[in-house]
């Protein structure tokens, strides 16, 4: 059963912030499972990579020359709650991510329990975004 499925676009503008996307989780789900995918992973056109290198070397004073740099990465990771709190996050480098977590079982970075009926939320950390980047997220409950 599809519990949450979202497409969508993070820009620049979005750098350093969370977007976060409630969804419902139903009495009787055993299993919930995430798969994400963003890109592009790095921003393609070297041009504007060095230009953004640029300006974060006199932003920040750092030394070294732009190509030192290469490539300028994107990064969207996620983090999850349910209605208790805290359940996990998947703070990792890949840019397409699959995630399962029940009741025995959490993949790395989130908390095995039991899945509990109520209100859910995900959200994307947008940790760089040095582009305009497309992702994909879908979350699934199964009953098992």
């Known amino acids: 059963m599809i519990l949450l499925e979202k497409t969508g676009i993070v820009t ?3 750098d350093k912030t969370n977007i976060f996307f409630d969804f419902a989780v139903p009495s009787g789900i055993k299993k919930i499972v995430i798969d994400y995918n963003y890109s592009p992973k790095t921003v393609e056109n070297k041009a504007d990579a060095i230009a953004l290198i640029e ?3 006199k932003q920040y004073g750092a030394g070294g020359a ?3 740099y290469l490539p300028v990465k994107n990064l969207i990771t996620l983090s999850l709650n349910d209605e208790n709190g805290y359940r996990g996050a998947a703070h990792r ?4 991510q699959h995630h399962e977590i029940c009741e ?3 993949a790395a970075g989130f908390i095995k329990g039991k899945i509990e009926s109520g209100k859910w939320q995900i959200a994307l950390n947008v940790h760089c975004c040095a582009c305009d980047v497309h992702y994909n997220l879908k979350i ?3 009953a098992e």
């Open 140 to 142: 699934t409950g199964a």
């Open 12 to 14: 620049p503008k979005d």
């Open 104 to 106: 025995n079982y959490a």
């Open 55 to 57: 300006k974060k070397i």
């Open 93 to 96: 480098q890949a840019d397409t």
């Open 66 to 68: 732009p190509e030192d």
